[in-house]
């Protein structure tokens, strides 16, 4: 098993350096890890942040592990050669339209939610997001109007399969989960949206065991916060997505304990090629200091495991050895504790069941 490890900017590094030895700790001797400059670190080293040695470093391997992108150094570059433009290339470049953001608190941590305890504690949503599309990848530009007026436009457009192929892992996703989908658009106001209402709609027939429901994103955006319990999977768009997965994690409390997953359509002999990473960003605030917490980016791992690597159980015993580190009093900066980050990778390592 191959994994490419791009571990960026900022805080990334040391985030991805500690997932590698959960990964080491649980005896996987069968994966080999290819590591390669990503972001602004590669701009430096290579003059792109994204040279092709590590596309093709991240092509061919069986998944990816990446920490995180983003310098402020290099603010001034032209926008192509911004470290954040790395992230977005390998989602185009390795097709990965389908990111999985699961939003989940964890026993006793309640307290750090901004919601009540009680609605916090309901909080276990799975949301999936288009990838590849949508405003982020349409035409766009800037224009005069007719009145001389400076005018910037951005195009919204989904086609029909771009719809059914992300819905397909939404459904797919429901139907191992609690057989409940939860659609989520603009079809009163967007074409866009009834499009994307109508092609999910239409799929549901090939999924009879789960149960669809449509929901406009404000509505959404307001439910995630007053009534949690409802929702299970979520799917939406891309610019919706990165808008309500957002809002989920705030409402855990902390984005370092939240990981993710880029999905595509390639199949590897393990499972399907994926990108895993957490939700936070570099943090060049407190690069180096050594007190990220790391969870996040373990728990990425653990992800990777599951749905690249078709190793479940390794997935459930790092999840197992998160979840009873956070119940022991294991808890980073963010969290309001003083472990550190090699510290939180030592405490996890401790307690990975047999």
Not at 3 to 12: E, H, S
Not at 28 to 45: E, F, K, M, P, Q
Not at 83 to 90: D, N, R, S, V
Not at 256 to 283: C, K, M, N, V, W
Request: include cysteine; proline fraction near 5%.
């Amino acid at each position: 098993m191959k994994i490419a490890v791009l571990a960026g900017d900022g805080i990334g590094p040391e985030v991805t350096a500690e997932a590698v030895r959960v990964l080491e700790a649980c005896n996987l001797s069968v994966i080999t890890l290819t590591h390669a400059d990503v972001g602004g670190a590669a701009y430096r080293n290579h003059g792109h942040p994204l040279p092709e040695a590590t596309l093709e470093a991240a092509r061919a391997a069986d998944a990816v592990l990446f920490g995180a992108v983003g310098d402020p150094a290099c603010d001034a570059l032209e926008r192509h050669l911004r470290p954040e433009q790395a992230i977005l290339g390998l989602r185009r470049e390795l097709g990965l339209f389908a990111n999985l953001r699961p939003a989940r608190i964890f026993p006793g941590l309640e307290h750090l939610s901004p919601l009540k305890p009680e609605i916090a504690r309901q909080v276990d949503t799975l949301i999936v997001r288009e990838l590849t599309g949508d405003v982020y990848f349409g035409d766009k530009g800037v224009r005069e109007t007719a009145e001389g007026a400076r005018e910037g436009w951005d195009m919204m457009a989904y086609s029909a399969p771009e719809i059914r192929r992300i819905a397909r892992v939404a459904f797919t996703t429901a139907q191992g989960a609690s057989g409940a989908l939860t659609s989520v658009d603009k079809a009163n106001v967007l074409e866009t949206s009834q499009v994307w209402r109508d092609e999910v709609s239409a799929m549901a027939a090939d999924y009879p065991e789960v149960t669809l429901s449509h929901m406009y994103v404000d509505n959404a955006a307001m439910q995630i916060i007053s009534n949690p319990a409802q929702f299970s999977v979520m799917v939406t768009g891309n610019l919706f997505g990165d808008i309500l997965s957002d809002l989920a994690s705030a409402a855990v409390g902390s984005i370092g304990l939240l990981p993710s997953a880029s999905l595509g359509e390639r199949q590897t002999d393990y499972g399907t090629f994926g990108l895993y990473e957490p939700i936070h960003g570099s943090a060049p605030d407190i690069a180096g200091r050594g007190i990220a917490n790391p969870m996040a980016t373990i728990l990425s791992a653990a992800m990777m495991l599951r749905h690249s690597l078709g190793r479940a159980l390794e997935a459930d015993r790092i999840e197992a050895a998160v979840a009873k580190a956070l119940a022991d009093g294991v808890l980073g900066r963010d969290l309001g504790g003083e472990h550190g980050t090699r510290a939180i990778g030592d405490a996890v390592i401790e307690r990975l069941s047999p």
